[in-house]
């Protein structure tokens, strides 16, 4: 029985990533399962063959249009003994919440929340494209992460990036498109500021420092290389 890795995910993976990550696990030779985001249910109602080889890793999941995966359900998939992991958004709420079940967590927004540096959901949350699950607006963990990396690049001090920070906070996450961001950063910061976050807010330029993406492509790799070292079993 070949071993397999299902992802559920949505706007955390671009298609040249999935397409990318596919030809890893070919390469490897692990089956990769695509599923688009997960809503309730999901889990227990997909039959796993062989809890030796197969793992199931969370990214993206709703929670407006359909109710999101719940801890209840969650904790029964694990008490039966299949393994699962979180990363990136909806992933990575759970992982945190259910880490003490034995739920695996991977990536940089899994540890925000659990050091308590992020506590609201909020800051994963965007809308995306329901057909193709592009992501429409920025996420405010991604802003807290490029304001991060600037930081430490010494491109934005401690106090502008905090005052960055709250303007993005203070543009909803449905309106959170570039442009509103762009905008905020205008009335908030200094011209120098501002143009440099615009800069970051081009098209071209958002998948670079989208950390959702980030966390997600290195949980699904991660995850493919550790059922590589494993033999199949009957």
Same mark, same amino acid.
């Given at each position: 029985?070949?071993?397999?890795?299902?992802?559920?995910?949505?706007?955390?993976?671009?298609?040249?990533?999935?397409?990318?990550?596919?030809?890893?696990?070919?390469?490897?030779?692990?089956?990769?399962? +695509?599923?688009? @985001?997960?809503?309730?249910?999901? %889990?227990?109602?997909?039959? !796993?063959?062989?809890? $030796?080889?197969? *793992?199931? =890793?969370?990214?993206?999941?709703?929670?407006?249009?359909?109710?999101?995966?719940?801890?209840?359900?969650?904790?029964?998939?694990?008490?039966?003994?299949?393994?699962?992991?979180?990363?990136?958004?909806?992933?990575?709420?759970?992982?945190?919440?259910?880490?003490?079940?034995?739920?695996?967590?991977?990536?940089?927004?899994?540890?925000?929340?659990?050091?308590?540096?992020?506590?609201?959901?909020?800051?994963?949350?965007? +809308?995306?494209? @329901?057909?193709?699950?592009?992501? %429409?607006?920025?996420?405010? !963990?991604?802003?807290? $992460?490029?304001? *991060?990396? =600037?930081?430490?690049?010494?491109?934005?001090?401690?106090?502008?990036?905090?005052?960055?920070?709250?303007?993005?906070?203070?543009?909803?996450?449905?309106?959170?498109?570039?442009?509103?961001?762009?905008?905020?950063?205008?009335?908030?910061?200094?011209?120098?500021?501002?143009?440099?976050?615009?800069?970051?807010?081009?098209?071209?330029?958002?998948?670079?420092?989208?950390?959702?993406?980030?966390?997600?492509?290195?949980?699904?790799?991660?995850?493919?290389?550790?059922?590589?070292?494993?033999?199949?079993?009957?």
């Amino acid at each position: 029985m070949a071993v397999t890795l299902t992802v559920y995910a949505g706007s955390s993976l671009l298609p040249r990533d999935t397409r990318r990550l596919c030809e890893t696990a070919d390469s490897l030779g692990v089956g990769l399962v +695509l599923r688009p @985001p997960i809503i309730r249910g999901d %889990l227990l109602r997909t039959p !796993v063959e062989g809890k $030796w080889n197969n *793992r199931t =890793l969370i990214l993206d999941g709703e929670f407006g249009q359909n109710l999101a995966v719940s801890v209840t359900e969650i904790r029964e998939y694990l008490a039966s003994g299949l393994y699962l992991a979180g990363a990136s958004s909806m992933g990575a709420l759970r992982a945190v919440e259910c880490r003490t079940l034995g739920m695996i967590r991977h990536g940089w927004v899994c540890e925000q929340y659990l050091a308590g540096h992020v506590d609201s959901d909020a800051e994963v949350a965007l +809308l995306m494209d @329901p057909v193709t699950s592009e992501a %429409l607006t920025v996420p405010l !963990v991604n802003v807290r $992460w490029l304001l *991060r990396q =600037l930081g430490d690049l010494g491109e934005l001090d401690t106090a502008t990036a905090a005052t960055a920070l709250e303007a993005a906070r203070r543009v909803g996450y449905r309106a959170r498109i570039p442009e509103a961001l762009v905008g905020a950063f205008r009335r908030a910061l200094p011209t120098d500021a501002s143009d440099l976050l615009a800069r970051r807010l081009e098209p071209e330029r958002l998948p670079d420092w989208d950390r959702k993406r980030l966390d997600g492509i290195e949980a699904v790799e991660a995850e493919l290389r550790a059922l590589a070292r494993f033999p199949a079993h009957a």
